[in-house]
């Protein structure tokens, strides 16, 4: 979905999110779903999102020029490093909010990009990626597209011929605790996105509550982005 937005909303980081609503859906609550793009040129923001309830039904039934609810941008993003090597990792539907972040880190950065998923339906997202100015490797559980298996086998490859100053990832919780620790076990900073815990996504109910090094957090106020050192599986 690609949304006109007002002036003030670029500044929107990588890794925070919205709130959304179709205003002729009088009975779902607001979906929290992650920023994929900011086009600063022509103020739009993009959004990438599974249909997978009434909420995400209601908006994907939208009509070109249809007004939207917006709330954001909510939560605390990833943080954008400068002059570092680096690894992008998105899994499945992780994979969305990697984009805008890519965009961001590859002006600067040395950026190594790993996506992964189930199949080739599973990563038909990146058709919307631009792969210049990155090294990318894609892989998938049954081999359909890319390397046969999985990001995880990915990274630890990478880290075992190179050292890197940071890792960013978003996916399935297993998947980013995996990544998490093999990040730990080579000493590289990591951030991990927990967006996939969210509810209200406005600090209102308790569904996104979690438990880190410092206590009791909650993901939409405190994250999504966490770093990993901080949270207790
Ligand atoms: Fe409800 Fe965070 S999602 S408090």
């Not at 793009?37 to 994907?60: I, P």
């Not at 020029?65 to 954008?80: D, M, N, T």
């Not at 075992?160 to 730990?184: K, L, N, R």
């Not at 927990?194 to 106020?221: F, P, W, Y």
Request: glycine share 10%; proline share 3%.
């Amino acid at each position: 979905m690609v949304v006109e937005i007002p002036e003030e909303l670029l500044v929107s980081k990588p890794g925070q999110f919205f709130m959304l609503k179709s205003l002729q859906d009088a009975f779902s609550l607001r979906r929290p779903i992650s920023i994929h793009q900011v086009n600063k040129q022509d103020r739009t923001m993009e959004f990438y999102y599974e249909v997978k309830g009434r909420g995400t039904e209601s908006l994907a039934d939208f009509q070109e020029g249809e007004k939207i609810s917006l709330q954001g941008p909510l939560g605390h993003g990833f943080s954008v490093v400068k002059d570092k090597k680096v690894i992008v990792i998105g899994g499945g539907m992780g994979i969305a909010p990697m984009k805008y972040l890519l965009d961001d880190l590859k002006e600067n950065n040395e950026v190594t990009f790993i996506a992964g998923g189930r199949n080739q339906d599973a990563i038909e997202i990146l058709d919307f990626f631009s792969f210049q100015k990155l090294r990318a490797y894609i892989t998938t559980d049954d081999g359909s597209v890319g390397m046969k298996g999985n990001v995880v086998t990915k990274l630890k490859d990478l880290l075992e011929q190179d050292s890197y100053d940071q890792i960013y990832v978003c996916g399935p919780h297993g998947m980013m605790i995996a990544a998490a620790e093999t990040a730990q076990e080579k000493g590289v900073a990591c951030e991990i996105s927990l967006e996939n815990r969210m509810a209200c996504g406005v600090k209102a109910c308790v569904g996104c509550s979690i438990q880190t090094v410092d206590g009791m957090r909650k993901v939409c106020h405190d994250g999504p982005v966490f770093d990993s050192r901080k949270i207790v599986n």
